[in-house]
């Protein structure tokens, strides 16, 4: 993981049966994306979404390029 990701606002929980969560830091709620609760993941898939978003978040924190 990047340091991206500590700088966001995601972050992985991990579920009783050993699955990952991505959650929203500040809240602890459970990312939804299209309707779909982010959850049951394997700790791989986890560490690439989370990647993923926060990258994204970061993007829109720094705006354009141009």
Partial sequence: ??????S??????VNTNGYWTVCH???GERVV???TVIDAL??????????????ECFNRRKGPTH
Avoid: H, P, V
């Avoid at 394997?42 to 990258?55: P, T, V, Y």
């Fill in 1 to 6: 993981m990047n340091n991206i990701c500590r």
């Fill in 8 to 13: 966001c606002r995601y972050s992985l929980r």
């Fill in 25 to 27: 830091t500040a809240t």
């Fill in 33 to 35: 994306i299209d309707g």
């Fill in 42 to 55: 394997e700790i791989g898939e986890a560490d690439q979404l989370l990647e993923l978003l926060s990258e």
